[in-house]
C-alpha cells in the first residue's frame, strides 16, 4: 500500500487486481492481460476535476476499507502490452508468485496457491504443482556434469551458489544430494564431519554475502558460533602441522630483505612475553605487487604451525581469496552485532 495525500491510502496495482468483480469476463484474465485490456479512474466524488464520471459500460471494484474504489473501463483506443518487472531467482517466494501471477488468474494470494483442491503453503510450492518448473533439476544436472569432469570442492561450491542465485531450485533438497562432493577437501583435513560440514557451510555463506544473499534465505542452515570457528582452526592446523612448517621455512627463503624487516618486527612484538608485551596494530603499506600480501601468509603459516589461531578477516570476500581459510570481518564478528536486552 502506498498512500497519496494526507486522508487516503491507494491500494497497488496486484491489490486492484484482486478486487475487480468476478465476473466471466474479468475472473479468466491473467494480471498482465487485466492491464492490458482494462484502465481504473476514481470513481466521481464532490470534486470536480478529480474523478471520473461512471458510463453504462464501466464497472466498479470489489469495495474494500483499505482503499478507496475505482471503476474499470475497458481500453478502446491503442494496444497496450503490460509487464511484470524481472525478478531473479534468489528473491525466493517473489520469484515464484510472480510465475504464478503470469500463467494463473487469482483473486487473493491464497487463490494463487490454490492448485486443484489443494492450498500450498508457499507459492514456490503452488508453482511446482502447477507444473512451472518442472525442469527445476538443471541444476542437479549442472553440479553433477561438474563432478564428472572432476571439479574441485573449490569450484563446486562456486557453482552451488551461482545455481542457487540463478536457478529455481530446492536448495535443501540439492545441498543434501551432494554434500559429501561439497565439501570433500574438508573431509580430508578434519577427521570430523561436523567440522568439514561447518568448513563448507562457511563458504557457501562467504559466496552468497558478496551477491547480497544468505544460506538462510534458501533454507539452509547457518554456520555456528564463534566457538566453532576456533574448533576449526585448531583442527586445521594439527592436521597440517608439518605442511605449514615446511611452507614457511622455503618461504622466508625469498622475502626480500624489506620483507624481512617487517616480518621480523611482526614476530618480535609477538613473541614478547607478558607483561612487556604491548598489544600493536601494525599498518603495512605499498604499491600493488610488492609483497604485502606474501609476507602476510609467511606469518600466518609460521604461526599456525606453532599451534597459535591466526584469524585472517577482510572488507570484503574477494581480499581474503588468496589466504587458506580467510573470511570477511563481518562473517567472523558477526557485524552487524545486533543488541539484546535482557
Do not use: W
Not at 26 to 33: F, G, K, P, V
Not at 80 to 87: D, K
Request: hydrophobic share 35%; glycine share 4%.
Amino acid at each position: 500500500m502506498y498512500r497519496t495525500n494526507n486522508s487516503q491510502s491507494a491500494a497497488t496495482t496486484l491489490l486492484r487486481y484482486f478486487a475487480r468483480p468476478r465476473i466471466p469476463s474479468l475472473e479468466t484474465l491473467l494480471y498482465t492481460e487485466y492491464y492490458e485490456k482494462y484502465c481504473l479512474y476514481p470513481v466521481a466524488s464532490n470534486s470536480p476535476g478529480t474523478s471520473t464520471h461512471i458510463r453504462p459500460d464501466d464497472l466498479l471494484e470489489i469495495p474494500d476499507q483499505s482503499f478507496p474504489q475505482q471503476l474499470i473501463r475497458a481500453r478502446s483506443r491503442s494496444e497496450v502490452v503490460a509487464r511484470i518487472r524481472t525478478v531473479p531467482p534468489r528473491t525466493g517466494e517473489l520469484f515464484y508468485l510472480r510465475a504464478l501471477l503470469l500463467h494463473k488468474p487469482a483473486f487473493s494470494f491464497e487463490s494463487l496457491r490454490l492448485v486443484g483442491n489443494i492450498t500450498h503453503t508457499t507459492f514456490q510450492e503452488a508453482a511446482a504443482a502447477l507444473g512451472l518448473f518442472q525442469n527445476s533439476n538443471e541444476a542437479q544436472l549442472a553440479l553433477a556434469e561438474a563432478i564428472e569432469n572432476f571439479a574441485s570442492p573449490h569450484q563446486l561450491r562456486f557453482l552451488f551458489c551461482q545455481l542457487l542465485l540463478n536457478f529455481p531450485t530446492n536448495a535443501i533438497t540439492l545441498f543434501d544430494t551432494y554434500q559429501e562432493e561439497l565439501m570433500a577437501d574438508y573431509l580430508d583435513q578434519y577427521s570430523s564431519a561436523d567440522l568439514a560440514t561447518e568448513s563448507s557451510l562457511r563458504d557457501l555463506e562467504r559466496y552468497l554475502n558478496t551477491q547480497g544473499s544468505r544460506l538462510a534465505d534458501f533454507g539452509l542452515p547457518q554456520p555456528d558460533g564463534q566457538s566453532s570457528l576456533l574448533q576449526l582452526e585448531q583442527a586445521s592446523c594439527t592436521t597440517q602441522y608439518f605442511n605449514l612448517i615446511e611452507k614457511y621455512q622455503q618461504d622466508e627463503l625469498s622475502l626480500s630483505n624489506e620483507q624481512l624487516d617487517v616480518y621480523y618486527q611482526v614476530l618480535e612484538s609477538f613473541y614478547t612475553p607478558p607483561p612487556d608485551r604491548i598489544n600493536t596494530c601494525f599498518f603495512i603499506e605499498g604499491k600493488a605487487g610488492r609483497g604485502k600480501s606474501y609476507t602476510a601468509s609467511v606469518l600466518v603459516n609460521r604461526l599456525r604451525s606453532e599451534g597459535y589461531i591466526v584469524l585472517v578477516v577482510g572488507s570484503t570476500a574477494l581480499s581474503v581469496t588468496q589466504y587458506e581459510r580467510g573470511r570477511t570481518a563481518h562473517s567472523a564478528f558477526g557485524i552487524p552485532v545486533t543488541e539484546v536486552r535482557y
